[in-house]
T-cell receptor
Framework: EAGVTQFPSHSVIEKGQTVTLRCDPI?????LYWYRRVMGKEIKFLLH????????ESGMPNNRFLAERTGGTYSTLKVQPAELEDSGVYFC?????????????????FGPGTRLTVL | GQNIDQPTEMTATEGAIVQINCTYQ??????LFWYQQHAGEAPTFLSY????GLEEKGRFSSFLSRSKGYSYLLLKELQMKDSASYLC????????????FGSGTQLTVLP
């Protein structure tokens, strides 16, 4: 079974430019999460999709960030315009739908992340 | 809010046992996770505790005390490949089920 994949693995852009990150969750996983780790800090939650719907976007830092999950499969996270403080590693994770079969702990599977550097 | 604390770095010797502690403060606790992350790779799930007590899985064990807001990850028979960052994460009740992470403990296993 393929894991969570993210593209690109690295991105270097200049301040003011736009970048779009992509996440492909594990097939069949309804839940998709975006997290971010900036230098020296902990991994922080950005937002959560259930299928194509945004369940919680309380972690999104500001309106320069836009996440979509059209069709409930892959997701994109666009940063426009990028600022220096947006540099970090952006992780995507997915998990099964919340059913009894999914189990109580409903493990989140993480992708390898996209390392974004804004110059 | 939530506060999760774990040591920044630890060093241990191959073959030894190491315990990585994690303390947390949260309302609506709904489980504590441990993840392992090698540099440049995805965090991978190690263990989950939601009830008090010890969960054992091979060389790794995790303990939880909800009343104390405390967990530890125990790694036995350390191997060089265990050198990695170990992340403690707490989940709260609610529909979002997102994880709140500690800063991670960088474990270095020496020969």
């Amino acid at each position: 079974e393929a894991g969570v994949t993210q593209f690109p693995s690295h991105s270097v852009i200049e301040k003011g430019q736009t970048v779009t990150l992509r996440c492909d969750p594990i097939s069949g996983h309804d839940n998709l999460y975006w997290y971010r780790r900036v230098m020296g800090k902990e991994i922080k939650f950005l937002l959560h999709f259930v299928k194509e719907s945004k369940q919680d976007e309380s972690g999104m830092p500001n309106n320069r960030f836009l996440a979509e999950r059209t069709g409930g499969t892959y997701s994109t996270l666009k940063v426009q315009p990028a600022e220096l403080e947006d540099s970090g590693v952006y992780f995507c994770a997915s998990s099964q739908a919340l059913t009894r079969l999914a189990g109580a702990f409903n493990e989140q599977f993480f992708g390898p992340g996209t390392r974004l550097t804004v110059l | 809010g939530q506060n999760i604390d774990q040591p920044t770095e630890m060093t241990a010797t191959e073959g030894a046992i190491v315990q990585i502690n994690c303390t947390y403060q949260t309302s609506g606790f709904n489980g504590l996770f441990w993840y392992q992350q090698h540099a440049g790779e995805a965090p991978t799930f190690l263990s989950y505790n939601v009830l008090d007590g010890l969960e054992e899985k091979g060389r790794f064990s995790s303990f939880l005390s909800r009343s104390k807001g405390y967990s530890y990850l125990l790694l036995k028979e350390l191997q060089m490949k265990d050198s990695a960052s170990y992340l403690c994460a707490v989940r709260r009740r609610g529909s979002a089920r997102q994880l709140t992470f500690g800063s991670g403990t960088q474990l270095t296993v020496l020969p």
